[in-house]
C-alpha cells in the first residue's frame, strides 16, 4: 500500500485513547501520526487563552492539546463530533486555529453526519485515498481491540490498587502496558502487552478484607476518563485505600452500550426519556451500584456541561431514596487541584465513618 | 408524582385544567398550544409574566449551575402549583440531522417530574424525537389520546392549532420585515425567543431602545425555511434548530442594520459557542456588534450604561458616514 501524499495527522488528547487512533492511522492507513506532549497547565493555559469563556472545558483542552500537535509538527487534524457541544467542537475550533494563522488539513466528523454510516468512510479516504478497505477493516478491529484491552486494565488497577502489596509497581506495571500500547505494530503486540500487564498484576497479592469500600465515579464522558482534566481522581482515591469502579469508558459507552431501550425499564421512576447523550447511562449506573451496596457515588463534570447539570436533581433523589453520600465535583479551566483533594479527603472520611457506625 | 400514561378513558373534560409556564419554549409554541387546548375544551392556565418572586422561587428550585432562563422556568413552574392538574413540559429533543434543540429541552419533563415530585400537579408531555420518528404531530395526538380524547378528535384538534399557529407567525414575521425597512437607526437583537420577549429579563432592553430613539428588531423572528439555508451557508455544522434561526436571520439582513446585541443568558450552552463564531465571522462585516450576558445577579444601571455607550458608537458612526457622503 503506497503513501498517496505524506501527511502528519494528529488527534486531540483524550484519555489514553490516542495510540488507538495512532495504531488505526499508522497500520490501516499507512500515515505518520504525530503524537504532542502529555496535556499540562500550559494546554490548559493556551486552550483558555483563545476559546471563548463560558464554553465547556473539555473544548479549552482540546483546542490547547490541538495547538500542541501542530506545534510539534502536525499538518492534518482529526476532529470528532458528539450529541451535546461536541459536535460543534469541530468547526468552532478550527475557526479558531484559523484566526490564529494556523495552515492544516482538518478532517472533522462533523461534516460527515449525514446519517448514512457510509459517508464516514469519505472522510477517511481524505488521510488516504489509496488505503484499502481490506487493512482499514482490519486495523480498525484490531485498534478496537487495542481499545478494550486499554479499558480493562483500568478498570483493573483501579479497582485494585489500592489493596496491593506493593502499588509503586502497580503504577510501573500500568505505565508499561500504555508504553506497550504506544509501541504496538500489529495485534501480536497488542494481546501480548496485555496479557504481560494482566500477569504481571497477578502476581502482586491484593488483600482487600471482607467489606472494602467501594465508589463508583460517573459523569461527564471527557472529564471522567480523561486523568488530567479530573486531576488524577481515580488514582488518589484508590490510594486511599478504595475500590473505584467506572462504568464510563469508550467501549461500554458506544463499543458495547446497551442502549436506553434497555436501560431504561430499570430506571424508569426516575426519569421516562433520555435526558442528553450520557444522561441513561449515568442515571442507571448510579441507581445500579446504591443497589448493589456502594459507599458512595462521585459525579464529575466539567464547568457548564448542560446534560451533567441537569440529571444532579435526579442523582440527588437517588442519594436520598438509597442513602447513598454524592460528592459532585466540577471543573474548570481555572483551579488548581489542592481545593479537590481536600474535597476528596473530607468524603473519604465520611464515608469510612459511616462505614464503621453501618457495620 | 409520575408522568401520565392514563389508561384509555374518558376524563370529565371539564374538570381538567392544564397549567402553561410562561418560559422557555412557550414563546414559541404559545399560539400552537393555547388553540390545541381550545380545540379539544381543555381548560388552560397560563403563569403570570416573570417577576421578582418567579426568579427568586426558581433558583430556590434549581441547581445553582442551570442557566438564567431555567431558572426562570422553574419558577414559573412553581408558581403553577395549585392552580392545574398537569403542566405542561414537552420533551423537543430534535426535528432531524442538523436540527436538534438545547439538550435541556430533551431533559426537561424528567427534570421538572423530579423536582416537583411531591408537587400536586402531573406532568403532561409529548415527545418530538427524530431518532423514535416521532414528529410534533404525531406527539401531540398521542398527548390527546393518552387523555382519553379519540384520534379523530385529536387529529381535527392538531390541524387547527397548526394552521392558527403558523398564520400567527407569519403575521408576526412579516411586521418584523417592516422593521427593516423603516428609517432610522436599527439595532438587530439577537437572542433566544424566551429572552427578548420575557417581559422581567428582555423587554426592558427593548424599551431601553426605543426610548432612546433605536429602532430594534428581534433575529428570532424570521421566515425558518429562508433562515436554515442561510445559516447553513453561514456555518455548515452548526446543528442547534434556535441558533441557526438566529444566525441564518443575522445573515439575511446585515446590510439593513446598524448594530447587533448578542444577548444571552448566563450560562447558555448554546450562544457560549455560537456568539463567538458570530463575533469571528463579523469581523469581515465590521458591524458593531454588543454582547450582552444577563444573570440573576444583574441589575440594570450596569446593563444601561453599557446600551448607552453602545448607541454612542453606532450614532457617531452614521454621522461620520452622513458626513462622507457630503
Known amino acids: 500500500m503506497a503513501k498517496s501524499e505524506e501527511l502528519k495527522v494528529a488527534f486531540p488528547m483524550i484519555a489514553n485513547y490516542n495510540d488507538v487512533v495512532r495504531y488505526f492511522v499508522e497500520v490501516g492507513m499507512n500515515q505518520t501520526y504525530i503524537r504532542q506532549p502529555k496535556m499540562t497547565r500550559r494546554t490548559m493555559k493556551l486552550g483558555a487563552k483563545y476559546a471563548p469563556d463560558m464554553v465547556c472545558t473539555p473544548f479549552k483542552t482540546i483546542l490547547g492539546s490541538m495547538i500542541e500537535a501542530l506545534e510539534a509538527g502536525a499538518d492534518t487534524l482529526i476532529m470528532v463530533f458528539g450529541y451535546c457541544r461536541l459536535g460543534y467542537y469541530g468547526e468552532l475550533a478550527e475557526r479558531i486555529l484559523r484566526d490564529l494563522g494556523y495552515e492544516f488539513n482538518y478532517i472533522n466528523m ?14 477517511l479516504k481524505k488521510i488516504n485515498p489509496k488505503a484499502k478497505k481490506i487493512g482499514m477493516m482490519k486495523a480498525g478491529l484490531e485498534a478496537l481491540k487495542m481499545m478494550q484491552n486499554i479499558d480493562a486494565i483500568e478498570e483493573y488497577y483501579y479497582q485494585n490498587l489500592g ?15 500504555m508504553h506497550d500500547m504506544h509501541k504496538a505494530k500489529n495485534s501480536e503486540d497488542i494481546n501480548e502487552g496485555y496479557n504481560k500487564a494482566l500477569e504481571a498484576f497477578q502476581s502482586i497479592p491484593v488483600h482487600k478484607g471482607e467489606l472494602p469500600l467501594k465508589v463508583a465515579v460517573l459523569g461527564e464522558y471527557f472529564t471522567v476518563m480523561d486523568e488530567f482534566s ?7 482515591l484508590a490510594m486511599m485505600g478504595v475500590e473505584v469502579h467506572r462504568w464510563m469508558n469508550v467501549t461500554h459507552r458506544n463499543l458495547h452500550y446497551p442502549g436506553e431501550k434497555n436501560l431504561h425499564p430499570r430506571i424508569q421512576e426516575y426519569c421516562q426519556y433520555e435526558m442528553g447523550p450520557t444522561s441513561s447511562a449515568n442515571i442507571w449506573y448510579a ?9 458512595g457515588i462521585i459525579h464529575v463534570k466539567s464547568a457548564g456541561c448542560t446534560p451533567e447539570i441537569d440529571i444532579m436533581p435526579v442523582l440527588s433523589r437517588i442519594s436520598s431514596d438509597f442513602k447513598i453520600p454524592i460528592l459532585y465535583l466540577t471543573y474548570d479551566a481555572q483551579d488548581g487541584d489542592a481545593g479537590f483533594q481536600t474535597r476528596l479527603e473530607a468524603f473519604y472520611d465520611m464515608i469510612e465513618m459511616r462505614k464503621k457506625v453501618n457495620i | 408524582m409520575e408522568l401520565t400514561r392514563i389508561p384509555k378513558r374518558k376524563i370529565d373534560r371539564a374538570k381538567i385544567v392544564v397549567g402553561i409556564p410562561r418560559a ?4 414559541r409554541y404559545q399560539t400552537l398550544w393555547q388553540s390545541f387546548f381550545d380545540a379539544l375544551k381543555i381548560k388552560t392556565v397560563m403563569s403570570q409574566p416573570t417577576n421578582l418572586e418567579t426568579m427568586t422561587k426558581g433558583e430556590n428550585k434549581a441547581n445553582s449551575e442551570m442557566c438564567l432562563a431555567m431558572k426562570i422556568y422553574l419558577g414559573h413552574v412553581a408558581s403553577l402549583e395549585g392552580a392545574c392538574d398537569y403542566v405542561l413540559v414537552p420533551r423537543i429533543a430534535d426535528f432531524g440531522i442538523r436540527r436538534v434543540m438545547c439538550t435541556t429541552f430533551q431533559a426537561l419533563p424528567d427534570l421538572v417530574m423530579n423536582i416537583f415530585r411531591h408537587a400536586s400537579f402531573k406532568v403532561l408531555s409529548y415527545n418530538v424525537d427524530s431518532r423514535l420518528k416521532t414528529d410534533e404531530k404525531e406527539a401531540m395526538i398521542a398527548m390527546a389520546e393518552s387523555l382519553g380524547f379519540s384520534h379523530s378528535e385529536a387529529k381535527k384538534a392538531y390541524k387547527t392549532a397548526h394552521k392558527a399557529s403558523e398564520d400567527a407567525y407569519d403575521q408576526q414575521v412579516e411586521e418584523n420585515e417592516k422593521l427593516y425597512k423603516q428609517k432610522g437607526l436599527k439595532i438587530v437583537v439577537a437572542g433566544h425567543s424566551y429572552v427578548t420577549e420575557d417581559r422581567y429579563i428582555g423587554k426592558p432592553i427593548f424599551d431601553y431602545l426605543k426610548d432612546n430613539g433605536i429602532i430594534p428588531i428581534r433575529a428570532d423572528l424570521v421566515d425558518r425555511k429562508e433562515a436554515l439555508k442561510a445559516a447553513h451557508k453561514a456555518s455548515p455544522t452548526l446543528k442547534w434548530e434556535l441558533s441557526r434561526e438566529i444566525v441564518g436571520s443575522l445573515a439575511m439582513h446585515y446590510k439593513d442594520i446598524d448594530g447587533v446585541i448578542l444577548l444571552t443568558v448566563y450560562p447558555c450552552a448554546l450562544d457560549s459557542m455560537v456568539n463567538d463564531m458570530i463575533m469571528r465571522k463579523n469581523k469581515m ?16 444601571a450596569g446593563l444601561e450604561t453599557r446600551l448607552e455607550s453602545f448607541i454612542d458608537i453606532i450614532t457617531m458612526r452614521e454621522e461620520q458616514e452622513d458626513h462622507g457622503e457630503e
Open chain 1, 110 to 123: 462533523a461534516d460527515y453526519t449525514t446519517g448514512k454510516y457510509k459517508d464516514y468512510l469519505k472522510a
Open chain 1, 163 to 177: 489493596f496491593c502489596e506493593d502499588p509503586v509497581k502497580y503504577k510501573s506495571i500500568y505505565t508499561r502496558f
Open chain 1, 230 to 236: 479530573n486531576f488524577n481522581l481515580e488514582q488518589d
Open chain 1, 287 to 295: 441507581k445500579e451500584c446504591a443497589e448493589k451496596g456502594f459507599d
Open chain 2, 24 to 27: 422557555f419554549l412557550t414563546f
Open chain 2, 285 to 300: 462585516a465590521e458591524i458593531p456588534l454588543l454582547q450582552l450576558t444577563l444573570d440573576a445577579q444583574s441589575g440594570t
